[in-house]
């Protein structure tokens, strides 16, 4: 075991779990992210890290089994069943009834919510998915009326009370290169397998779950692990694969009159963008554009606003040197991302390519802290304004700064900082004759690379559209 994975545990001791390849056999067979998989390894394992396999096992077969057919025939022989599972709620108008499907036990028609479930939970039932504890009932069929499944108990996936003023305190324990090493382990990569360069640019994969509104392109080759965050570490995030989308299911459907992903989510990523189609793509630019530069657009007069970050994921074909054949990195995206207009509204790129392909020693293995527990910290860190208060304090640019780009440094700095420097909210945080020494960590942590990230876009931009100068503007440290 690693000092940083020995002083996580000492540090985290109720909110650490160990990690090892092992742990793989217990949950083989089940679709779980990894801040399930974390929640219930941290149930059934002591402090010095011995698993009770015996009771984990009789937990995940009694809430979280694998055989879906055997759920289904309790069901309809009349038992009531209680799992935790994920699940999705769409709103039916015209029945008015909220339906749900279950993917992980092939539960896709003829399953609702109760009405008194309805009125006791309905706001955190809202159209999207849920990870959550349930139960089951079987309703027979009477008369004309076929048979259905319905909820009629739910308690979202929400294991931790969140403490912020002890994570704060906690995170002063380390200094900044073990925190940085932590937060790799909490992504489940070994830190000692990566450059510091490397570090960095892993991390910036969480910038969007911490900062509203956030929207960040990463290109890269294949096997680095681009969609990994969005699929295991938080319950915040959505992933969207390749193949064809359309502005109903991000935004808002006007014939079932239900909002998209993008309204209950805290980041979307559009994986494999680069195959990815788009139903009516003049429609859907007009609509996108408009939400990434505000936060919220119309469809059809129907008002929609959300905090939502997207996250565009692709590869990029690389010559002999691991870099990009082409200068144009936007060249093999959908044509609806051409334009400079559209572009100019991401805030940030991630060089996909200066990170490694993943093999196994890049996996991590011994104590690090709970996933489910940190990705809610992330969420809790989004609204707070205390971190860009310090970006107009510390930051300076020049009268002629443009002002999209200078609202895209502020927003990846502050995500940078929430990320990096948590406990640190204004400079009351640190004595005086430390105060220069974390200016000169602030320029090389967050603002360094915020700027490094946003001119990327802004180069591409003039490579699409002269009208963009290839520069920006100065940010200096005050």
Not at 348 to 363: A, D, M, T, V, Y
Not at 433 to 441: G, P
């Amino acid at each position: 075991m690693s000092y940083i994975n020995q002083k996580i545990k000492e540090v985290f001791p109720d909110l650490s779990v160990i990690k090892q390849v092992s742990n793989n056999a217990f949950f083989k067979g089940r679709n779980l992210p990894s801040f399930v998989k974390d929640f219930v390894l941290r149930r059934y394992t002591d402090r010095e890290g011995n698993i009770d396999a015996d009771a984990l096992k009789h937990y995940l077969d009694e809430k979280m089994p694998i055989d879906s057919n055997y759920i289904k025939q309790r069901l309809i022989s009349g038992e009531v069943v209680n799992i935790t599972t994920r699940f999705t709620t769409t709103t039916d108008i015209a029945k008015k009834r909220v339906k749900v499907t279950i993917p992980d036990l092939g539960i896709t028609s003829d399953a609702y919510v109760t009405d008194t479930l309805l009125q006791e939970k309905g706001a955190e039932l809202a159209d999207g998915e849920y990870w959550g504890n349930i139960t089951l009932e079987y309703v027979e069929p009477e008369g004309k009326r076929n048979g259905y499944i319905q909820i009629t108990s739910y308690l979202a996936f929400e294991p931790y009370k969140i403490d912020m003023d002890y994570f704060m305190q906690a995170r002063q324990q380390f200094s900044l290169d073990e925190w940085i090493d932590v937060l790799v382990t909490i992504m489940e990569y070994n830190a000692e397998m990566l450059s510091q360069e490397e570090k960095l640019l892993m991390i910036s994969r969480m910038l969007s779950l911490v900062e509203p509104r956030l929207n960040i392109i990463e290109l890269g080759p294949k096997g680095t692990g681009k969609s990994y965050v969005y699929t295991n570490l938080s319950k915040y995030a959505w992933l969207l694969g390749g193949g064809k989308t359309s502005r109903a299911r991000l935004f808002y459907n006007k014939a079932t009159k239900q909002f998209g992903v993008i309204k209950n989510h805290d980041v979307v990523g559009m994986d494999e963008i680069s195959t990815m189609t788009f139903a009516e793509p003049d429609e859907m630019q007009a609509i996108l554009k408009v939400y990434l530069e505000a936060g919220e657009t119309k469809v059809d007069s129907v008002p929609f606003q959300s905090e939502c970050g997207l996250v565009l994921l692709g590869n990029i074909p690389l010559n002999k040197d691991l870099k990009p054949q082409h200068t144009d990195y936007f060249r093999n995206l959908p044509e609806m991302f051409h334009e400079s207009a559209t572009m100019d509204r991401f805030h940030g790129f991630i060089e996909g390519w200066k990170l490694p392909r993943l093999n196994q020693s890049h996996i991590m293995e011994g104590w690090t802290l709970n996933t489910e527990y940190f990705s809610t910290v992330l969420h809790l860190l989004r609204p707070a304004p205390e971190y860009d208060d310090m970006f107009d304090i510390l930051v300076e640019t020049n009268e002629d700064c443009d002002l999209r780009d200078k609202k895209a440094v502020k927003r990846l700095t502050a995500a940078y900082h929430k990320l990096l420097f948590p406990h640190i909210q204004s400079m009351e945080d640190i004595v005086e004759d430390d105060q220069e020494n974390f200016k000169q960590l602030y320029a090389r942590y967050c603002l360094g690379p915020a700027v490094t990230s946003r001119q990327i876009i802004r180069q591409q931009c003039h490579l699409i559209d002269k009208e963009f100068k290839a520069e920006m503007g100065d940010f200096n440290i005050r």
